[in-house]
């Protein structure tokens, strides 16, 4: 394993709820890191976040580690979830609320229901 992948490796290890995004989960530098990070955020999800601008290793080798072409990209305990259409979809579906469940990560179930209200 190269050191890239045991970066990514230990951070996913190590952190709950993991978000490779272009920026900060408190200055986002593209609309679909944005998006994401607005999404946990809003429902008070505590989350690691990895800005990939800041490190060009990183920002490829997570293409790679996930074998996924697009940042951002969310880790829940270990697990590849996706990026910004799949948190999407999840968002609004409720799906990810039940993977926050299952995982037993906490969030504002009532902030959930509020982003389905304004989107339905």
């Known amino acids: 394993m190269t050191d890239v992948n045991q970066t990514i490796q230990s ?5 709950t709820v993991v978000l490779f995004m272009k920026g900060t989960k408190e200055m986002p530098q593209c609309g679909f890191s944005s998006r994401v990070a607005g999404v946990l955020n809003f429902m008070g999800v505590d989350f690691k976040d990895v800005n990939v601008l800041a490190d060009d290793e990183i920002r490829q080798g997570i293409k790679d580690f996930s074998d996924w072409p697009t940042i951002p990209q969310l880790y829940i305990k270990g697990e590849f979830v996706g990026g910004c259409d799949i948190i999407t979809e999840m968002t609004l579906s409720g799906e990810l609320d039940t993977m926050f ?7 504002d179930k009532a902030k959930a229901d509020q982003i389905r209200e304004a989107n339905g």
């Open 101 to 107: 469940d299952d995982q037993g990560v906490g969030y």
């Open 11 to 15: 951070t996913v290890d190590d952190n």
